[in-house]
């Protein structure tokens, strides 16, 4: 059974940055693909980013050129740098990484004030 702990979410002001972290356990299976979805209020959860293995990455069309993500296989972590943050981006972070199946992290709020 995979783990996943979270941190890094929190408040902060438009236009200022937050960095957010998952580290996985558990598995001494190789992690394909890991990643970020978010959930705001009343809407469905969308992907964020995500990496493969080899560090091939995805972005939805409204964080590119602001978030970067990136991964340390060694420690089976994954990072999501966010920059110039808008109160659009305030949700619910869901770390994701795949095992044979998904997993699914706790949540880590993030809110982004006008």
């Known amino acids: 059974q995979v783990q996943l702990v979270e941190s890094g979410g929190g408040l902060v002001q438009a236009g200022g940055s937050l960095r957010l972290s998952c580290a996985a356990s558990?598995?001494?299976?190789?992690?394909?693909?890991m990643g970020w979805f978010r959930q705001a209020p009343g809407k469905q959860r969308e992907l964020v980013a995500t990496i493969t293995s080899s560090g091939s990455t995805t972005y939805v069309d409204s964080v590119k050129g602001r978030f970067t993500i990136s991964r340390d296989n060694a420690k089976n972590t994954v990072y999501l740098q966010m920059n110039s943050l808008k109160p659009e981006d305030t949700a619910v972070y869901y770390c994701w990484v795949l095992v044979v199946r998904n997993y699914w992290g706790q949540g880590t709020q993030v809110t982004v004030s006008s």
């Open positions: 558990g598995t001494m299976l190789s992690i394909n693909g």
